[in-house]
């Protein structure tokens, strides 16, 4: 992979920073972080600017919506963006990075042009309904059944974890359509509207306080066969797609804002003195070698993707692995530069170190990755 930049890459990189520069100042003020409905306002409003400029799914395949972009240009789009501060993708983030890129993999083409031009112009958002109370790290143990009823599926079941599901339209649902299959089989993969009725939403508080998760009852609701993307009982492939888009490319964004945070963390510790202190400028040191590799591996992962027809391949278990503990160490140090600070719950460092507890959870356990790294990269034999 060439690492370096063309003049045609560069011009793009310009002509973006140019475009954010001029529509980043107008941007109206961020809602209160608990004002879901507001903050879905907020983030849709920023993904139709970028939609009307054309910077919306710019990696995504041309049939799908997208731009076909080079994967350079796509990691530029991701560096500019961070560096001026601008929103992520915030309560759409299934929808861009999960479902949308599964659906532009595996889906029709009916079921890319109804579903993937509202994601890309944020008039839909969408919730992930895959974890259970007794299904999340063993996923393939999912209870949720589905009755085939003519041309629907009738659904009874809980969900668990469920992203922004308060203010989505669709959900990504795994399902159990053949209780006799083993385990990983007898899966399949819908779209399931969320205004169905039999759809039941309870928040859940996290430890910082917020509620961006729910759990979600689903009592005998009604979903058209047609909103099946694969085969019926495929849906534990099509869930390693998804799986795939979520491990390998979803945190890249996520990684430029760290390499920002620890430069502020660096500005920080030389502020109020703890820079003196040998132990933090080693950590601060290993960390931005540890951010830097990580930045690399992307580019690699983002590139592998390209070439394998756009799904990411096994090296995003590697990265989630790494990423997961760096990001808790990089909040770890914030927290020892922070001091007494670091008992104030309205600092951003502090809330994001609460919820860099997650990350090793979030996506598939550190120790899935384990597994899936030893099995499928190094070839070693399964656990019993």
Partial sequence: MDLTYTEEEEAFRARLREWLGQVLPGLPPKPDPNDWPGRRTYDMGWQRKLYEAGYAGLHWPVD????????????????????????????????????GPTIAAEGS?????????????????????????????????????????????????????????????????L????????KHRGISWLAMPMDAPGVTIRPLRTLAGSTEFAEMFLDEVRVP?????????????????????????????EVVACRRTLNALAAEARKNGSWDDTAIRRKLALLSAEFTALWRLTQWNVSESQATGGVPGIGG??????????????????????????????????????????????????QIQQNIIAERILGLPKGR
């Fill in 175 to 182: 399902v159990r359509t053949d209780p006799s299959a083993p």
């Fill in 64 to 99: 799908a919506g997208g731009k076909g972009a080079s994967p350079t240009e796509h990691l530029i789009f991701l560096e500019e963006t961070e560096r001026a501060g601008a929103p992520y993708v915030g309560a759409n983030f299934v929808g861009l990075l999960h479902a």
């Fill in 317 to 366: 278990s590697v990265f989630k692995l790494r990423y997961s503990h760096a990001r808790q160490e990089l909040y770890d140090t914030a927290a020892e530069v922070l001091g007494a600070g670091a008992l104030d719950l309205d600092h951003e460092w502090v809330l994001d170190r609460l919820s860099s507890l997650s990350y090793t959870i979030a996506a598939g356990t550190s």
């Fill in 225 to 253: 066969v047609a909103n099946r993307v694969g085969e019926e009982n495929d849906g534990w492939r099509v869930t390693m797609v998804t799986l795939s888009f979520e491990r390998g490319t979803a945190f890249v964004g």
């Fill in 109 to 173: 083409a009916a079921q890319k042009q109804r579903w993937l031009p509202p994601i890309l112009s944020g008039d839909e958002v969408w919730c992930q309904g895959f974890s259970e109370p007794d299904a999340g790290s063993d996923l393939a143990a999912l209870r949720t059944k589905a009755v085939r009823d003519g041309d629907e599926y009738v659904i009874t079941g809980s969900k668990i974890w469920t992203s922004h599901a308060e203010v989505a339209d669709w959900c990504e649902l």
